[in-house]
Structures are given as structure tokens and as C-alpha cells.
T-cell receptor, first 113, second 113 residues
């Protein structure tokens, strides 16, 4: 079956611009996670959705970052006024009960010039 | 707060050598424990897991045992292959506000023929 997909695979933008990153989870997975992975580091938790609601957004670094999942399936991570420090690979994962395993997408590599 | 520490890399071994990658965590409560692997040019994938004390996870010749008394989950393989070259992440997962996973910084393994 289809895995987690993320689009675009690469995004280059200029400082100050707005970007949207999309995640398509595995069908039927109710839990969805966003992570950010900087070079040479492990993934860093950003936000977790259970259904349509953000159950834990404690990892979002500041109010420039926002994520939605309006119908409980596809999710969009939105970054306003991008900064060079936002450059990283943004990973999405989804999970189903008993939520003991997360399935990761290939990531979106964001480069802010 | 909860945290995870894993052995720094890179680790360079010859084929058929024994591998150990150490992982310890600090925790309130008892997380589920995971090792994820990232092969060159590929996304993160689950390698093995253990969900309670003394459980042993195993896959592809890799093993790790959930040690509650030492809060550790060391990854081992008796005889590594060139194809095992990858980055390995230890990742405890706590059921607090939704199965939050904290990833270690990753250990890069190079296996020489």
C-alpha cells in the first residue's frame, strides 16, 4: 500500500517568504506528526495531530510556524516570514492504534536563501 | 524533562565485526523504545522496538533489550555487513499528550569491505 508522501520534495525560497509543506499520511492513520531534522541531528518534534486537532504543538519554535489538518487526513505545515535558520528537512509521520510505530515520509528539504 | 543520549559517531567497522551502539534515556514513567535507521538517500524507517521492560526487539540481525534498571536500549549486531552502513537513531516514545518521540542525535555507521 501507499506510504506517507510529502510534497514538495525540495523547496527553495527567499528570506521573508511564506511556504507551505504538505503531508499525505497513510490512509486510516489518525495520528500525524511533524518533525524537523537539521544536518547531522536527529528529528526534532514539532507538532502532533490526533484526528483534526493539534494534541501537542509544544515543539513549534515560534508563532511563524503553524500546521493544520482540517479533515483529519492531509496536513499542511505553514511557515511565515521564513528565516535562514528554518532551513532543514521537514519530516512527516503517521501512526495508527496502538500508536507504537510511526511511519515516516521522505521529507521536504527546505532551503531559505 | 525526558531526554535520550546515544553514542557519538561516526563508527567505522570492518565487515563481520561486532557492533554496539549505546543508548540511554532519562524518563518519567516507562516509554516504549525504538531504533530507527536512515540508509543513504532514503527516509527514516523503523528497525526494531520494545514496549516493556526486558523485552528484546530484533530485526535484520540487530537486537536491543529494554533495560529498565539502567534505562538503556543498546543496539547490537553480531556481524555487520557493508549494507548496514547508515545512520541509527535511538527514539524513546512517551505516552504523554500523544506518544511524543524524542530522537537521539544519531550514530553514523560505516562498514568497510
Amino acid at each position: 500500500g501507499a506510504g506517507v508522501s510529502q510534497t514538495p520534495s525540495n523547496k527553495v525560497t527567499e528570506k521573508g517568504k511564506y511556504v507551505e509543506l504538505r503531508c499525505d499520511p497513510i490512509s486510516g492513520h489518525t495520528a500525524l506528526y511533524w518533525y524537523r531534522q537539521s544536518l547531522g541531528q536527529g528529528p526534532e518534534f514539532l507538532i502532533y495531530f490526533q484526528g483534526t486537532g493539534a494534541a501537542d504543538d509544544s515543539g513549534l519554535p515560534n508563532d511563524r510556524f503553524f500546521a493544520v489538518r482540517p479533515e483529519g487526513s492531509v496536513s499542511t505545515l505553514k511557515i511565515q516570514r521564513t528565516e535562514r535558520g528554518d532551513s532543514a528537512v521537514y519530516l512527516c509521520a503517521s501512526s495508527a492504534p496502538p500508536y507504537n510505530e510511526q511511519f515516516f515520509g521522505p521529507g521536504t528539504r527546505l532551503t531559505v536563501l | 524533562g525526558n531526554s535520550v543520549t546515544q553514542m557519538e559517531g561516526p563508527v567505522t567497522l570492518s565487515e563481520e565485526a561486532f557492533l554496539t551502539i549505546n543508548c540511554t534515556y532519562t524518563a518519567t514513567g516507562y516509554p516504549s523504545l525504538f531504533w530507527y535507521v536512515q540508509y543513504p538517500g532514503e527516509g527514516l524507517q523503523l528497525l526494531l522496538k520494545a514496549t516493556k521492560a526486558d523485552d528484546k526487539g530484533s530485526n535484520k540481525g540487530f537486537e536491543a533489550t529494554y533495560r529498565k534498571e539502567t534505562t538503556s536500549f543498546h543496539l547490537e549486531k553480531g556481524s555487520v555487513q557493508v549494507s548496514d552502513s547508515a545512520v541509527y537513531f535511538c527514539a524513546p516514545c512517551w505516552k504523554t499528550g500523544g506518544f511524543k518521540t524524542i530522537f537521539g542525535a544519531g550514530t553514523r555507521l560505516f562498514v568497510k569491505a
